[in-house]
């Protein structure tokens, strides 16, 4: 399955994939008011606390204790505070349509629970409410084997398509919904020329009275 252990990739000092949020999120994030955001493998918390200082409440969760104790730390340096549990998604429970966005930023669940684990999200979204997501494309696998330092799973059962995208998120609007081969300069895991999916949906359907 080629999954890290997170918490030996995150006890380092250095923040594995950097302090600044990822720039996909960074510019589709402003253009919605605040509110309430789920962000689901959260990390070392660089998406969840820039969501923080933009004003949105924001509930992070990740399966390493050791990435929950640096987004703390690094929610502390910009003087703001989010909410972070540790756990395996599976075991978590979120309050049904309790949300107002869902950040996914390289989350690259096991491949036979992904598409479950996408639909799960959906239920703890509000009607009306969005999506931004940035997570490897299936194409990527070629350039991980040119250049490692770039990250991401070599299993392309993991990685994404446009049309695993609308299938998942079918109950959306796509306001985009692009692969693109980008350059990636997050820390150092996430260094060089890859291959992401990027979407941005608003789910629709009225909200039951």
Do not use: C
């Amino acid at each position: 399955m080629n999954m890290p252990n997170w918490d030996e990739r995150y006890k380092d000092d250095e923040f594995a994939y950097g302090k600044d949020p990822n720039l996909f999120f960074k510019e589709w994030l402003p253009k919605f008011d605040a509110g309430s955001i789920l962000m689901p493998a959260d990390g070392e918390g660089r998406n969840g606390v820039f969501a923080a200082q933009l004003g949105w409440k924001v509930t992070s969760f990740d399966l390493s204790i050791t990435g929950q104790s640096k987004a703390l730390r690094l929610a502390k340096e910009h003087g703001v505070s989010l909410e972070y549990i540790v756990g395996d998604f599976e075991q978590l429970q979120f309050e049904q349509e309790g949300f107002d966005a869902i950040g996914l930023v390289y989350a690259h669940f096991p491949s036979e629970n992904k598409s479950m684990f996408h639909k799960k999200l959906n239920d703890y979204l509000k009607p009306g409410g969005i999506i931004i997501f940035e997570a490897f494309s299936k194409r990527h696998i070629h350039f991980k084997k040119l250049d490692p330092k770039v990250g991401g799973p070599m299993d392309i059962d993991m990685l994404f398509s446009k049309t695993e995208i609308t299938t998942d998120f079918e109950n959306y609007e796509a306001l985009m919904l692009e692969e693109e081969e980008i350059l990636l300069n997050e820390g150092k895991y996430h260094i060089g020329k890859g291959s992401v999916i990027r979407f941005v949906g608003r789910k629709t359907g009225l909200q039951e009275i």
